[in-house]
C-alpha cells in the first residue's frame, strides 16, 4: 500500500498484479483514497466484470464504516431510466421540463406582484394599477408559453426533481447514508416517481469515490462528459482499473466505429422526403457507398455461404495486398458524381440541418420520440472511412448477419482500431495518476507498450497462501497444435492424461480446452470410462446454472472453453472444484481482425515477432493464468493445477524452440510449475491429495 501511496501522490501509474485473494482491491483503495483526500482528489474505480462491480460495493462500503467518504456507484443511463427513453430524447426531454417550471415559477412570481399591485391600486394608488396592468400581460404571455411547454413532451420524474426539493434533500441523505446499488437507486426513485439516474449525476459532484464500468472512462465522448458530472478536471482524478489485462480488447471496442447498412437505408429514405438543394448529391455518395458495401458482401459469398449466415456478425474478407479494401474499391467503381469530398459535405451540411430540425420538433412536441438523424451518422461514417482507413493502426472491416426477425442478410462497415493506446494512451496522460490491477497483467512492459503508457511503477505478488497446499504441473502430454487435434494418438495421450486427473481428484475437476468442439471431444470420451458426471458447457448454454450443478455434485468433471464464460469472474472456493486443467495452449482463432491486430502490433512495438507474441501469445498465457486462479481462491483450499501440454514444461523448452510457452509465464510462477511426464500424473496427485486426507476412504488405484 505503502508503494502505491508514494506512486500516485508522485502522480505516477502503477500496474499491480496480485493473485485472487490478496487483497488487490483494497490495496489499491485504500492509498488512492488517501491520496484523493490530502489533495482533494476523486477515486473513480472501474470494472467490465459484472461480479467484481459487487465486490467493490462491498469493499467500499467496508471502508465507508471506518472513514466518512461519500461514494457513489454509478451505471449508464439505459439501464437507469424509468420510462426507457435514449440519450438524445431524455436530453430534449429534459430540456423542455426544464424549460415548463421555469415558466411556472416565474407565472407563480408574477401572480404574486400582481395580487400585491392590486391591493396597492384598491388602497389608491395609480401607478400601482398602471404596474399591474403590465404585469397581466406579461402573465398571459408566460401562460401561452406554458400551455405550448405542457403540449410538448417532459419527463414527470425529471419534473419532480425539480419541483420536489424536500423529497430530493431526502433522495441525497439516503445516497450518502451508505454506498447504494444501482438497482437500489432505481427502486428507491421508481418509488417517489423521481428520476434516479439524473440525481445521481448531481450527487457525482465532488464526491470522493466513484465505481463504474469500463466505458465511463474508456470512451472518449462518455468520458468527457463524467468527469463533468464529477466536477473534475482530469487531473483531479485517480482511476484504478480491475481486471486490467481486459482493458487492451474494451479500449480497441471503445476506438472502433461502424456503420450498418440499414443506416445508409434509412439516411435514403429520409432524403427522399427531404426538399433541399443538397439532397441530390447527399443521396449519390450515400447511396453509392451502401450499394458498393452489398456487392462486397455478396461477391464475398462460396456457394452455399449466404443461406449459412447466422444472427451474429460474421467478417468478410475485404483486404487487398498493397490496394486498399474491397469496400473502398467497390466504392469508388460505384459513385459517379461532381467529387465525393464534396458531396459528402452537402451531406453532412444538411444532416446537421436535419437534426436540428428534429431535435426542435421534439422540443415543441410535434413528435413522440427524438429522431436520429441517419443522413448525418452515414456521412460522418463514410468521411472517416474514406479519410482515415489507411491510418495506421485502424482496419477496415466489413461483416455480415441475419435478421432473426426478417431473415434478411444485411451489412455493416466498421473502422476496426487495432491500437487500444489510441484512446488509453490520452487518459493515462490526463488522469492524476492510474492503478492497473489483475492477477494476470505480466509482462508489465506489453502492457505498458500497449496500452500507452508511460512513468510506471510495477509490483507483483503472487498466491499468499500456504505452497503446500498446492500443486501446479506442467504435463508432457504431445503438444496438441491446431494440426494435431484430429491424430488418434494424441488424442488417446490427453485423454489418458485428463482421465487420471479426474480419477485422482476428490471432488470436482475444472477442465479448460482451447475451444467448445474441443471441450465436446474429450467430455464425450470421458462419458464413456468415468465415474465422475461429465458437466458439458456449450455456447448457449446458461453457464450459471451449469456452474451450480456442478458445484452441487461430489465428484464431477466440466469441460468448457478458455474462452467461454467460466475461465474468468467466476470462482469455484473450497470443494467447489479441487483439480483445474488447462488441456492444450488455447490459441484463439486467429481471424483478419486479429492478424491486422498482430500487423499493426509488428509496426507499432520493437523487436521479434512482437505481433504474435503481443496481441496472441501473451493474452493466451493471461488467459490460462486466470483459468488457473478459478480454484484455491482461501489459504484452506487445497487443490491440483494441470497444464497438459509439453509446450508448458521447462524440459522442453530447447526443443520446442518458439513453440514453448513456459518463458511466458511470470518467474515467480514457473519456479511453481512442476515437469511431469503424463504416466506420473496419477501418482503425484494420489500422494498430494493423499498427504492432506482428502480422500474420503482409500485412494483410487493408480
Ligand atoms: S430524466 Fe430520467 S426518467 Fe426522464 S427520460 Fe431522462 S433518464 Fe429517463
Request: proline share 3%.
Amino acid at each position: 500500500m505503502d508503494r502505491i501511496y508514494n506512486s500516485l501522490v508522485r502522480g505516477q501509474n502503477v500496474l499491480f498484479e496480485g493473485a485472487c485473494g490478496t487483497g488487490k482491491t483494497l490495496s489499491a483503495l485504500v492509498p488512492a483514497l488517501e491520496v484523493a483526500r490530502e489533495q482533494d482528489k476523486t477515486v473513480v474505480i472501474t470494472t467490465n466484470v459484472h461480479q467484481q462491480m459487487r465486490q467493490f460495493v462491498a469493499e467500499a462500503r467496508a471502508i465507508t464504516r471506518e472513514e466518512s467518504i461519500r461514494a457513489v456507484v454509478f451505471k449508464g443511463k439505459s439501464s437507469m431510466c424509468h420510462i426507457d427513453v435514449g440519450y438524445e430524447e431524455c436530453q430534449a426531454l429534459r430540456d423542455n421540463t426544464r424549460a415548463l417550471v421555469e415558466a411556472e415559477s416565474d407565472h407563480a412570481q408574477l401572480e404574486q406582484r400582481q395580487r400585491d399591485l392590486l391591493a396597492e391600486s384598491q388602497a389608491g394608488s395609480e401607478s400601482a394599477a398602471d404596474a399591474r396592468a403590465a404585469v397581466m400581460d406579461e402573465l398571459e404571455n408566460l401562460e401561452e408559453q406554458i400551455d405550448d411547454l405542457e403540449e410538448a413532451n417532459v419527463c414527470d420524474h425529471y419534473r419532480n426533481n425539480l419541483l420536489d426539493t424536500e423529497a430530493t434533500d431526502e433522495f441525497f441523505g439516503w445516497l450518502f447514508e451508505d454506498v447504494r446499488t444501482p438497482d437500489e437507486i432505481y427502486e428507491y426513485a421508481d418509488q417517489r416517481e423521481l428520476c434516479g439516474y439524473e440525481l445521481l449525476k448531481e450527487g457525482l459532484e465532488g464526491v470522493d469515490l466513484v465505481v463504474c464500468n469500463y466505458h465511463h472512462l474508456l470512451d472518449p465522448m462518455i468520458r468527457e462528459q463524467f468527469f463533468r458530472w464529477l466536477g473534475r478536471d482530469p487531473d483531479d482524478v485517480i482511476a484504478v482499473f480491475d481486471e486490467a489485462h481486459n482493458v487492451e480488447d474494451a479500449a480497441r471496442d471503445h476506438a472502433s466505429r461502424e456503420c450498418s447498412e440499414r443506416t445508409f437505408d434509412s439516411a435514403l429514405d429520409e432524403l427522399a422526403e427531404t426538399e433541399d438543394p443538397r439532397t441530390d448529391d447527399a443521396a449519390n455518395v450515400l447511396e453509392a457507398f451502401r450499394d458498393a458495401l452489398v456487392e462486397t458482401y455478396e461477391d464475398s459469398f462460396g456457394f452455399g455461404q449466404r443461406e449459412s449466415v447466422g444472427d451474429n456478425w460474421e467478417d468478410v474478407p475485404i483486404s487487398n495486398e498493397n490496394r486498399r479494401d474491397d469496400l473502398t474499391l467497390a466504392f469508388l467503381q460505384a459513385y459517379s458524381g461532381q467529387g465525393i469530398e464534396g458531396d459528402l459535405e452537402a451531406a453532412r451540411k444538411l444532416g446537421q440541418h436535419l437534426d436540428e430540425k428534429y431535435e426542435e420538433a421534439y422540443r415543441e412536441g410535434e413528435t413522440a420520440t427524438r429522431t436520429e438523424c441517419q443522413t448525418l451518422e452515414a456521412a460522418a461514417f463514410v468521411a472517416a472511412w474514406m479519410d482515415e482507413g489507411t491510418d495506421q493502426g485502424l482496419y477496415p472491416v466489413v461483416s455480415v448477419r441475419r435478421d432473426a426477425g426478417t431473415d434478411e442478410v444485411y451489412g455493416q462497415a466498421e473502422l476496426y482500431s487495432c491500437l487500444p493506446r489510441h484512446v488509453t494512451g490520452q487518459l493515462f496522460e490526463a488522469v492524476s495518476g492510474t492503478v492497473l490491477m489483475s492477477a494476470t497483467i505480466q509482462p508489465f512492459e506489453v502492457t505498458e507498450n500497449v496500452l500507452g503508457l508511460e512513468e510506471c511503477v510495477t509490483m507483483a505478488y503472487g498466491l499468499q497462501f500456504p505452497e503446500d497446499r498446492r500443486r501446479t504441473y506442467a504435463v508432457e502430454t504431445p503438444a496438441l497444435f491446431a494440426s494435431a487435434r484430429d491424430d488418434p494418438d494424441v488424442q488417446a495421450a490427453v485423454e489418458e492424461a485428463i482421465y487420471d486427473a479426474v480419477r485422482m481428484t476428490p471432488g470436482n475437476t475444472l477442465a479448460f480446452f482451447p475451444n467448445y468442439g474441443e471441450a465436446a471431444r474429450y467430455a464425450e470420451r470421458l462419458e464413456s470410462r468415468t465415474d465422475a458426471t461429465v458437466y458439458l458447457d456449450e455456447p448457449g448454454v446458461g453457464a450459471e446454472e451449469l456452474r451450480q450443478q456442478f458445484v452441487a455434485d461430489e465428484h464431477a468433471v466440466c469441460c468448457t472453453s478458455l474462452w467461454g464464460t467460466l475461465a474468468e469472474g467466476v470462482s469455484f472456493d473450497g470443494d467447489d472444484a479441487h483439480t483445474v486443467l488447462v488441456v492444450g495452449v488455447p490459441y484463439p482463432h486467429l481471424d483478419d481482425r486479429a492478424e491486422a491486430v498482430q500487423e499493426a502490433y509488428d509496426v507499432a512495438f520493437e523487436g521479434t515477432d512482437t505481433g504474435w507474441r503481443y496481441a496472441v501469445e501473451i493474452p493466451t498465457v493471461r488467459k490460462t493464468r486466470q483459468a488457473l486462479g478459478r480454484v484455491i481462491r482461501s489459504p484452506e483450499d487445497v487443490g491440483v493445477r494441470a497444464l497438459l501440454d509439453r509446450r508448458y514444461s521447462r524440459r522442453a523448452k530447447s526443443d520446442l524452440g518458439t513453440y514453448s510457452v513456459n518463458g511466458t509465464f511470470p518467474h515467480e510462477e514457473r519456479e511453481e510449475l512442476l515437469d511431469l511426464d503424463p504416466e506420473k500424473l496419477k501418482f503425484a496427485m494420489m500422494n498430494f491429495y493423499g498427504d492432506h486426507d482428502r480422500y474420503a476412504g482409500e485412494p483410487p488405484a493408480p
